[in-house]
């Protein structure tokens, strides 16, 4: 663990008094950090010299947050149901809403791969009022689903778990999804078409109902996972390496600031950051 955080490093709060914080992610073009508290329906902004500002409400009761290839936030709304697309001028346009005729359940987090398709997972954990909408789910499954960048064409590439976060190796050669139900991640391998198999356990979480739950991995391929305690940390066999304590139990974390390395961790009512001895992988 020393290759990754210095043993003087410390975890600090840079914002609280939140309902729920999730879904972080890095804007490197303005130098800000953007992440959504849930039941607020708000999507806030933190700039190292400015603080704290809302950036977006109503948020959809977002969740998971990204970039996509031209810088556009993509975000998984809960309460719509969907995933859409923020443009430069503050529009949303739906990336993804149906399956087949149905409704999604609630999309819940979100990564964008290097040829521009989304990848998103899709549990009924938003399907409620304080999370997101009180309504019945339309699909008798949680999948993990792939986006064309022109949302022309949606697929379904996994339906063997209630999937939570998820997070690609740096060569895209992996996918791990986080299963919280079963308390273990899972790597599935990325075939060359953008295909899912595989889907075998990754690492075990236990400890904790409500975790795993969000994942990053850095440039070494190390695996960053929220659970008990905090941060987990694995190498990319799946030995875990340690755990980065944590005031409150993580939900998610991104990597960021000029470096990618320092990373930022949404914990239930707080925002948290610790500087590393690694760095991330550039969104």
Known sequence: MSNIVAKDAKVEAIGSGFFFTEGPVWNAAQGCLHFSDIP???????QP????TVFRTPSGKSNGLTRDRE??????EHAGRRVSRIDGDGNATTVASHYEGRRLNSPNDVVVKSDGYIYFTDPPYGLNPTFGVAEYPELDF????RVAPDASEIAVLADDCTPNGLAFSPDEKRLYVADTEQNHVLVYEVGTGGG????????AIPGSSLAPDGIKVDRDGRVFVTGAGGVWVFDPGGGRLGIIPVPELPANLAWGDADWSTLYITARTSVYRIRTETAGLPV
């Open 71 to 76: 810088g556009r936030l993509i975000v998984c």
């Open 40 to 46: 607020a329906n708000a999507i806030h902004q933190w």
């Open 142 to 145: 949680a999948g993990v689903y």
């Open 49 to 52: 010299d400015i603080g704290l």
């Open 196 to 203: 899912l198999s595989g889907g075998r356990v990754f690492a």
